[in-house]
């Protein structure tokens, strides 16, 4: 299994990117996928998840309402629609596949088994 983030840059505060996962070498369609982010001297923090199996998502407080994730099904992808950017929005941003098909325990390090490399989402004027 891969996972190829992308769709990171120098972004000003207010615009809206998007992010994508793409998947490769994963069959199973009862998995779940997560991004997560990284800023400068902080620990990674969940961001979002997306269950394959029921198409349930969550999202951390401080992005709810303003985040979104998605799937196309087709394209293997995940995507992280990034709006009202703010400059505390700036990290790496990692997607992750967890052979659990529901993200009920999304929070849990140790359920994510297989990481992309990550992008980097820089939010600044």
């Known amino acids: 299994v891969q996972l190829q983030a992308s769709g990171g840059g120098l972004v000003l505060p207010g615009t809206s990117p998007r992010l994508s996962c793409e998947v490769s070498?994963?069959?199973?369609?009862?998995?779940?996928i997560g991004w997560f982010r990284q800023a400068p001297g902080k620990e990674r923090e969940g961001v979002s998840c997306?269950?394959?199996?029921?198409?349930?998502?969550y999202y951390a407080d401080s992005v709810k309402g303003r985040f979104t994730i998605s799937r196309d099904r087709g394209k293997k992808t995940v995507y992280l629609q990034l709006n009202s950017l703010k400059p505390e929005d700036t990290a790496v941003y990692y997607c992750?596949?967890?052979?659990?098909?529901?993200?009920?325990?999304?929070?849990?390090?140790?359920?994510?088994?297989?990481w992309g490399q990550g992008t980097q989402v820089t939010v600044s004027s």
């Open positions: 992750a596949s967890t052979n659990e098909g529901y993200c009920s325990r999304w929070l849990q390090a140790g359920i994510w088994n297989y």
């Open positions: 997306f269950s394959l199996r029921d198409g349930s998502t």
């Open positions: 070498g994963f069959t199973s369609d009862y998995s779940g």
